[in-house]
């Protein structure tokens, strides 16, 4: 599953390819082909990044909804001859420069900011935004009494958190993913927003999930973290840390990864 990382970068990439320009837009799986009738020949206004939705809104108030899900990926094919499309692909979005294909999200449909505000509603602060109310967080974390290990997958309480920044969120702060979010104290809710939202950041930025600090590795700055080093806890057999064995459980119906040694 796209963390929202995933999503945010998506939005970055697709912006100077598609805002204010007026792709063909079609769907040549057919299963969107209405939607695709109505959007083509349009301009496309803007494309915001909320968790792991993308609103893509075009100059008549349309608003297409995206949510990639666990399968869903964007394509981006460079120059003015994309090579035919797959018959997966539900969405083709194609100007002069570049040809954006989508395939095999949970959601693709059209709306208006009505529908979109109906979905943000649902959502929980985004530290990825620069509206994002930490508060919000601080709220539903302090007073309730779910493991924080399955309070931080939950969308409601915090938006684009999926299960490797849980993990490594967690480590990072020495926190037991199976405390209550009651029993945190308000700096550790603190420290988990800022480690999530900094991991969030990085994320977007080497869109790639590299959780791990280079100086702990004795990395030079700029270089590449090796491969099994990525990562502190989330999917690692021992410890990258101290060497315990890493502890794995399911949360939230997702394998949950800590270090029995750090995190208390
Ligand atoms: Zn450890």
Redesign the pocket.
Known sequence: MPEGHTIHRIAKDHRPLLVFHVPEVSSPQGRFADGAACLDGMTVADIEAYGKHLFYRWDDGTVLHVHLGLFGKFRIHRGSEPPAPGAAVRLRMRTPVATLDLSGPTDCSLGDEVDRERIVARLGPDPLRADADPERFHRRVGRSRAPIGGLLLDQAVIAGVGNVYRAEAL?VCGIDPERTGSSLGEDERQALWDTVAAMLRAGVKANRIVTVDRAELGLPPGARHRRGETT??YKRRV??????DIRWFPLANRPCYA?????R
Do not use: V
Not at 239 to 244: A, K, N
Not at 259 to 263: A, D, S, T
């Open positions: 480590f502190y806890a410890c990258l840390r101290c060497g315990s270090c029995p040694g750090c995190q």
